[in-house]
């Protein structure tokens, strides 16, 4: 049994951590964070249209040079991926994501990322490639794929699944066992559907670029342990949530956590405050341990 000498010993270092930590915190810019990732979420961008997900290209804009200021170093997709297999990141390591694979990213988005010179990773629907102005909002064609990836290696295509982002009786088709006939499929027929889908995002994708297509974002963000074998079998090795906090090694590589950026409310201020609390958050968690 712990002395009672050496446990307070223990809730002592853990106070002056927490100390010091919270004073960064009050500083709002001391605090450099190291060996984690704020990992990015965003999904459409608009001058006109306004949702919880969609946020005006010069909030875009601003919340990223902003970041920049602050000395954030922005990371590729493929510098996060060393990171998780044990490679150093810098300080400050940011990676900005975007989920659906909408036009607006090329529209917006990508002008913005060359303009500043940032990396990003985008979670394209495949299925939406076939007729990409059929959504209910614009979809990435492969021309404009094809064309991003011939001018620019700072834009990186990825799996958001192939026909899985929809809801049968409100359920996410990835994590649900869908009715035919009637009936419900059957185990082997559910793990076949996810397997296959999988694979078939990965090949369309693979098709434009020629580059390794292994890392998928949850549709909704919903998930469950069999989804995440399913898609691994499928290929994937890497896979995103929308758990709000910050990317360590830590972390099961196909449940990896986002930091949502693309709701209009999160001003740049707000965003990076966000991204220290939660770099803070971490850095107790490890003290603790």
Same mark, same amino acid.
């Given at each position: 049994?712990?002395?009672?000498?050496?446990?307070?010993?223990?809730?002592?270092?853990?106070?002056?951590?927490?100390?010091?930590?919270?004073?960064?915190?009050?500083?709002?810019?001391?605090?450099?964070?190291?060996?984690?990732?704020?990992?990015?979420?965003?999904?459409?961008?608009?001058?006109?249209?306004?949702?919880?997900?969609?946020?005006?290209?010069?909030?875009?804009?601003?919340?990223?040079?902003?970041?920049?200021?602050?000395?954030?170093?922005?990371?590729?997709?493929?510098?996060?991926?060393?990171?998780?297999?044990?490679?150093?990141?810098?300080?400050?390591?940011?990676?900005?994501?975007?989920?659906?694979?909408?036009?607006?990213?090329?529209?917006?988005?990508?002008?913005?990322?060359?303009?500043?010179?940032?990396?990003?990773?985008?979670?394209?629907?495949?299925?939406?490639?076939?007729?990409?102005?059929?959504?209910?909002?614009?979809?990435?064609?492969?021309?404009?794929?094809?064309?991003?990836? /011939?001018?620019?290696?700072?834009? @990186?295509? !990825?799996?958001?699944?192939? %026909? &899985?982002?929809?809801?049968? #009786?409100? =359920?996410?088709?990835?994590?649900?066992?869908?009715?035919?006939?009637?009936?419900?499929?059957?185990?082997?027929?559910? /793990?076949?559907?996810?397997?296959? @889908?999988? !694979?078939?995002?990965?090949? %369309? &994708?693979?098709?434009?670029? #020629?580059? =390794?297509?292994?890392?998928?974002?949850?549709?909704?963000?919903?998930?469950?342990?069999?989804?995440?074998?399913?898609?691994?079998?499928?290929?994937?090795?890497?896979?995103?949530?929308?758990?709000?906090?910050?990317?360590?090694?830590?972390?099961?590589?196909?449940?990896?956590?986002?930091?949502?950026?693309?709701?209009?409310?999160?001003?740049?201020?707000?965003?990076?405050?966000?991204?220290?609390?939660?770099?803070?958050?971490?850095?107790?968690?490890?003290?603790?341990?």
């Amino acid at each position: 049994m712990r002395s009672k000498h050496v446990v307070w010993k223990s809730v002592g270092i853990l106070l002056l951590a927490s100390f010091f930590l919270l004073f960064s915190v009050y500083q709002w810019g001391s605090y450099s964070y190291s060996d984690q990732v704020a990992v990015l979420a965003y999904h459409h961008l608009s001058e006109k249209e306004q949702s919880s997900v969609t946020i005006t290209p010069q909030l875009f804009r601003e919340q990223l040079s902003y970041l920049k200021r602050k000395g954030y170093h922005f990371i590729t997709l493929d510098q996060f991926k060393q990171y998780i297999e044990g490679a150093p990141v810098p300080k400050k390591a940011v990676l900005v994501t975007f989920d659906d694979g909408y036009e607006s990213f090329y529209t917006y988005g990508y002008p913005v990322l060359q303009e500043l010179r940032i990396p990003a990773v985008n979670f394209v629907i495949t299925k939406d490639l076939d007729h990409p102005k059929a959504t209910h909002l614009p979809s990435l064609s492969r021309e404009e794929i094809r064309e991003m990836k /011939r001018q620019s290696d700072l834009v @990186d295509f !990825q799996c958001h699944s192939h %026909g &899985l982002h929809a809801k049968a #009786n409100g =359920k996410p088709l990835l994590t649900s066992y869908l009715l035919a006939d009637g009936k419900p499929e059957t185990q082997d027929e559910y /793990r076949a559907r996810i397997v296959n @889908d999988t !694979q078939k995002c990965i090949n %369309g &994708l693979y098709e434009l670029h #020629n580059k =390794k297509v292994d890392t998928y974002a949850y549709p909704f963000g919903m998930y469950h342990k069999e989804a995440s074998e399913l898609v691994q079998q499928g290929g994937i090795g890497y896979a995103f949530t929308v758990t709000s906090r910050m990317a360590t090694r830590k972390d099961d590589p196909l449940q990896l956590p986002r930091i949502n950026a693309g709701n209009p409310s999160i001003t740049p201020k707000k965003l990076h405050k966000t991204i220290i609390r939660r770099a803070i958050k971490c850095k107790l968690s490890t003290v603790q341990t």
